[in-house]
């Protein structure tokens, strides 16, 4: 970054603290908790306040780059059929009341299949290469996925209806094959090839193969935490712990409390809480070793003083090198992207100074030293007008992947038009 960049982000920081008091009113709990069931379903209630008190302590620093907004370059497009075709019986769970996908079209063409790397969601679409497949008019994807089969997983809800989101598997047509629950949470395997989604409106966890076929399902209090292969990991509180539960036997076990991420290898767990103190609450999160029965914590990070802007573990990265997730900023309508190193917790990216990309959703790839984020490209930051899709190093790097787009008519405070896949 240039001085005058440095410089431009510290008045902006300023500027933002003064003016930040005004922000974690009556719009904050509405966009926290769409944020928090895409990262856990059970801390919305605790990080509304987390996120408020960080929305006047921490902002985040951020100078927009490249030009203004403009349009969105047409590309062909393919409609995805409206029809739900499931593959198996359907669970026990209850299926959504709606359909995402719309109007029949045929199928992308011959060879076009997405990819993390290649696909992204814009409005009510999901874009890779030249191939558009187009969702139910209205739709606002709040995060997908992308399967081993080139299929997705899609987490939405209509503008125009309920805030409620429901979760979908979609061939890779963006044809539904599954409605996997209403308001709930979802993990993918490493790879692609399993699923495990928890209903919001009942008990019941189920692990789905990539075509939306069942794979193992069990009535379990606790929420979705991770799956690596056919083993998967739900998280629950002091009082029950999180559990090991593998899918193919049966076997579980249990395992520390708070448990968010596993790293693909199965080693290693993130866990992620809050605590209570006079001022606030802090966040905390820690890292464990699964392969001793005590589940020692290797690293340990907790309070304002050495996590000043909320660190929130999601996922660990390819090859278990860096623990990668967001920090709250801005009361919780967008995010800044972290990454810390797994053997000694040193922040890589994110925090405060110069090593800060704000937005909302984000990846680092699979060569550990890239990122693709759906970034807040406003000056300044808030009310939030302008979106860009980028694709960044680690070093800071950035160039824009698709144009800005503008988030005017979305109010300044809402979802992001561009959405990066989990």
Known sequence: MSLDQDERELRAMLHQRADAVDVHGDLVPGAVSRRRREVRTRAVAVA????????????????????????????????????????????TTPAPTRSTTASTAPAPRSGAIA??????????TIRFGGTVLRLEKGT???????????????????????????IEILSPAGRTVRAAG????????????????????????????????????????????????????????????????????????????????????RTRAALQWFVATDAMDDVCWAVVDLTKPTFPRTVERCGAGENPTLFMPTAFSANGTYLVGSHYVD?????????????????????????????????????????????????????ATSNSLQACSLSMECTDAQPPVDLSERGGFTEARYVVPR
């Not at 620093?61 to 490249?66: D, E, H, K, V, Y």
């Not at 990819?115 to 009510?124: G, S």
């Not at 939405?156 to 989101?165: E, I, N, V």
């Open 115 to 124: 990819t993390r790397d290649t696909a992204y969601a814009l409005d009510d």
């Open 331 to 383: 009361g919780g309508f967008w995010f800044s992207a972290g990454v810390v190193r797994v053997t000694d917790g040193q922040v890589i990216l994110g925090g405060t100074g110069g090593q800060v990309v704000s937005g909302w959703t984000w990846h680092l790839g699979a060569g550990e030293s890239t990122f693709r984020i759906s970034r807040n490209t406003s000056e300044p930051l808030s009310p």
């Open 182 to 265: 209403q308001s709930g949470a979802y993990a993918v395997s490493p790879d692609g090839m399993r699923v495990l989604v928890k209903d919001g409106s009942a008990n019941t966890v189920v692990v789905y193969a990539a075509d939306g076929t069942v794979v193992g399902q069990r009535q379990d209090a606790r929420e979705v935490g991770a799956i690596v292969g056919d083993v998967a990991y739900l998280t629950g509180d002091t009082s029950e712990g999180s559990l090991e539960w593998d899918v193919a036997t049966g076997q579980t076990m249990k395992l520390p409390p708070h448990l968010v991420a596993v790293s693909p290898d």
């Open 48 to 91: 509304v306040v987390a996120a408020a008190a960080v929305a006047v302590a921490v902002p985040t620093l951020w100078s927009a780059q490249g030009p203004g907004p403009s349009p969105v370059p047409a590309l062909p497009t393919t409609t995805a059929p409206t029809t739900p075709t499931p593959t198996t019986p359907t669970p």
């Open 140 to 166: 606002v994807v709040e995060s997908f996925a992308v399967l081993a089969n080139g299929g997705f997983v899609l987490q939405s809800h209509l503008s125009t209806g309920t805030p409620d989101s429901e």
